[in-house]
């Protein structure tokens, strides 16, 4: 089936600008998550949701960044005021609900390039 | 908190070599999961293994296999007769399980090339 995408899988912005990044989950997984790869930090958890309940928004590194989940799918990672340190490749990662540990799969990520 | 280590940065073996890529973890629960991905030149990361705590048997696919050791909190992975398109950067991962979000605590990843 369908793996998880992500669109744009390209973005050049100017400081300053908004951004938004969208990531279709697989079909049927309830759990989604936000990650960000970058040369200096690594891979970082950002947000995750699942089903109806409340995002953990823990791992946002600033309060430019919120997301949402439309109808327990498709989310949108929204980057306002965008700054050069935001550069990174942001990958989204969707999972089944159920018993713990089940695995995430990856998108391709949305590399974002901040000029 | 947790964390999880890779210490090799890079490694660089002649084809048809075995290469070990190690991986150390820490954690305060007693229940938690392992995971392997592989991310090759076109970015996406690809999902290898899962193990849970409570399994330390070790196991084979293919070429590769992987060793989990609880006693020294490792869980190494090891690749068989080492091919080019093994070359890729490969990350071990620790889920943390807080009121359901099992968000992945990545190590910093081992870059390998396999070299022809």
């Known amino acids: 089936g369908a793996g998880v995408s992500q669109s744009p899988s390209n973005k050049v912005t100017e400081k300053g600008k908004d951004v938004e990044l969208r990531c279709d989950p697989i079909?049927?997984?309830?759990?989604l998550y936000w990650y960000r790869q970058s040369l200096g930090q690594g891979l970082e958890f950002l947000i995750y949701?699942?089903?109806?309940?409340?995002?953990?928004k823990s791992g946002l590194p600033s309060d430019r960044f919120s997301a949402e989940r439309t109808g327990g799918s498709v989310s949108t990672l929204t980057i306002q005021r965008t700054q050069q340190e935001d550069s990174a490749v942001y990958l989204c990662?969707?999972?089944?609900?159920?018993?713990?540990?089940?695995?995430?799969?990856f998108g391709p990520g949305t590399r974002l390039t901040v000029l | 908190a947790q964390k999880v280590t890779q210490a090799q940065t890079e490694i660089s073996v002649v084809e048809k070599e075995d290469v070990t890529l190690d991986c150390v973890y820490e954690?305060?629960?007693?229940?938690?999961?392992l995971f392997w991905y592989k991310q090759p030149p076109s970015g996406e990361l690809v999902f290898l293994i899962r193990?849970?705590?409570?399994?330390?048997q070790n196991e084979i696919s293919g070429r590769y296999s992987w060793n989990f050791q609880k006693s020294t909190s490792s869980f190494n992975f090891t690749i068989t007769a080492s091919q080019v398109v093994d070359s890729a950067v490969y990350f071990c991962?620790?889920?943390?399980?807080?009121?359901?979000?099992?968000?992945?605590?990545f190590g910093t990843g081992t870059r390998l090339t396999i070299i022809p």
């Open positions: 990662a969707s999972s089944h609900e159920g018993p713990r540990g089940d695995t995430q799969y």
């Open positions: 079909s049927g997984h309830t759990a």
């Open positions: 949701f699942q089903g109806n309940s409340a995002p953990d």
């Open positions: 954690t305060r629960d007693t229940t938690y999961y």
């Open positions: 193990r849970n705590s409570f399994d330390e």
């Open positions: 991962a620790l889920s943390e399980f807080n009121f359901g979000n099992e968000k992945l605590t």
